[in-house]
């Protein structure tokens, strides 16, 4: 609970600074439904790059996710937050999207 506090305070000071806007990592990003949320929280610890190279099914970019809480000690996502970032990677990061 106060992970997710602090998650969340940090989350808002960076949206706060606006710096996203003058970050070529968010400027690469496909924009889509859950393109802010997904660029707020996976960039926290590596480029979004190292991210969005990879081309992962939905079932794929699941498993990325519970890697990330499992192994890397990224906080827990609620239900709603999970199904966007999977829906924004699968939509945009899969074989099929052509990118
Ligand atoms: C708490 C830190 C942390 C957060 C937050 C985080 N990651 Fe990671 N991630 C890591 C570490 C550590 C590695 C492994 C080292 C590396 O590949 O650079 C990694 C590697 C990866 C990789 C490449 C290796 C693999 O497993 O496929 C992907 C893809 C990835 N992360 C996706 C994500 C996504 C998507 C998010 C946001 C939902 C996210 N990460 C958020 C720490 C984090």
Known sequence: MIARFLVLTFLSLICRSASAEDDPDYL???????????????SDCH?????????YSRR????AIKRMTDDFGMAELE???????????????S?????
Do not use: N
């Open 28 to 42: 690469a990003m496909i924009d889509g439904d859950g393109k802010d949320f997904a660029y707020l929280l996976c």
């Open 47 to 55: 480029a979004m790059q190292h991210v969005l190279q990879k081309r």
């Open 60 to 63: 794929g970019w699941r498993d």
């Open 79 to 93: 239900a709603d937050e999970h199904a966007l970032i999977i829906e924004y990677l699968t939509q945009h990061y």
């Open 95 to 99: 074989p099929g999207s052509g990118r």
